[in-house]
């Protein structure tokens, strides 16, 4: 359980009064049954509060400055230094330059990238200028090579790590929520930022809210291999992980 006693209790209420997908699912059975990804995906347009009209973007409502902050506390809770850093995070799309934290974060368009390359502000497929900077890349570790004086950050999510265990240094990402949490090298174990993330038990599997994410709302979310997860206690620090069940 993360994110403090009454946030997680006011987040699952709001998005009982106000988002239409939890309205029906609580109605019909008193409860918010986990909620997988492929759901999210189709259902997306019910998972916005009442009045908000579903945004055309890619991740609608989404402020950069919001996405920056997130990876900024991520990249802080694994180790890393980014102040005076150019931070480049490997993405399908293109996102202007944000100034934040003491950096200037960038994003670097990976193969697979959905945006012309050649529009203005734009970079080539694992493209990247000369220079220190911390690369951050895709699941699993691959994306743009890096020079001698630009660190590269992993992401890895619950699925990898259920596969291979925690990445020391590496942050936690899953695709349709964000970073949720990071893997400090001085314990190894996979950490929630508690901030924006609320863990908990439910039923057979671990279930994920997002604290302060409202377009969308994501309440129960169950990222691949939630089941084999539980909340826990960091040795070291004290503080809230996911911890592989045995």
């Known amino acids: 359980m993360a994110g403090g006693p009454h946030t997680y209790p006011r987040t699952v209420r709001r998005a009982v009064r106000t988002v239409p997908h939890y309205r029906e699912r609580y109605a019909a059975t008193g409860t918010l049954p986990p909620l997988g990804r492929a759901e999210a995906e189709e259902r997306r347009h019910l998972l916005m ?65 959905r945006t012309d390359p050649y529009a203005e502000g734009g970079t080539r497929p694992g493209t990247l200028p000369e220079g220190p900077a911390v690369v951050v890349g895709d699941p699993g570790g691959t994306g743009p090579p890096c020079g001698p004086d630009q660190a590269r950050v992993a992401r890895t999510s619950l699925a990898e790590t259920a596969a291979s265990g925690p990445l ?5 990402y899953e695709p349709w929520l964000g970073h949720l949490g990071a893997v400090p090298p ?11 993330v609320d863990a908990r038990p439910l039923g057979d599997t671990t279930v994920l809210t997002l604290l302060r994410r409202r377009l969308p709302t994501l309440v129960h979310a169950r990222p691949d291999a939630a089941e084999s997860f539980r909340p826990g206690r960091c040795p070291v620090h004290g503080t809230p992980i996911m911890r592989r069940t045995p």
């Open 49 to 113: 509060p009442l009045g908000a009209a579903p945004p055309a973007r890619r991740e609608p409502g989404r402020p950069a400055a919001e996405h920056v902050d997130e990876l900024y506390e991520a990249l802080r809770l694994a180790g890393h230094r980014t102040r005076g850093l150019d931070v480049y995070e490997a993405a399908r799309g293109l996102r202007d330059p944000v100034r934040a934290h003491g950096s200037t974060w960038r994003t670097v368009l990976t193969a697979d990238a």
């Open 168 to 172: 020391p240094g590496a942050l936690w």
């Open 186 to 196: 001085s314990c190894g174990e996979l950490h929630l930022n508690t901030g924006r």
